[in-house]
């Protein structure tokens, strides 16, 4: 059974940081291309991070490009988002998720397993 946990969320003022961890476990992580996404209230789910399994250039979201850091450990099945320079409206519930293929995507339905999301909120 494939399982993704998604931890490390918490408040924090804006200006503050966060390391959100997605330990993944039942599927051949080394091999499957890796992401993080969030959805605020009444918004869709959007696309945050993410990184392939041969390493390469990750990719971000315009909107967190510079504060974020995504990383992976293959050796511990773990998947990281360093948030730096955290603002009011990166609060949301945030979910790691994992797709069978090299590269990451952009696009949700591309990915094969999800978390079950860590809730992350920057207050003012």
């Known amino acids: 059974q494939v399982q993704l946990v998604d931890s490390g969320g918490g408040s924090v003022q804006a200006g503050g940081s966060l390391r959100l961890s997605c330990a993944a476990s039942g599927l051949p992580f080394s091999i499957y291309a890796t992401g993080w996404f969030r959805q605020a209230p009444g918004k869709e789910r959007e696309f945050v991070a993410g990184?392939?399994?041969?390493?390469?250039?990750?990719y971000y979201a315009d909107s967190v490009k510079g504060r974020f850091t995504i990383s992976r450990d293959n050796a511990k099945n773990t998947v990281y988002l360093q948030m730096n320079s955290l603002k009011p409206e990166d609060t949301a519930v945030y979910y790691c998720a994992a797709a069978g293929r090299r590269r990451a995507s952009r696009v949700r339905d591309e990915y094969d397993y999800w978390g079950q999301g860590t809730q992350v909120t920057v207050s003012s």
């Open positions: 990184n392939g399994w041969s390493g390469g250039t990750p």
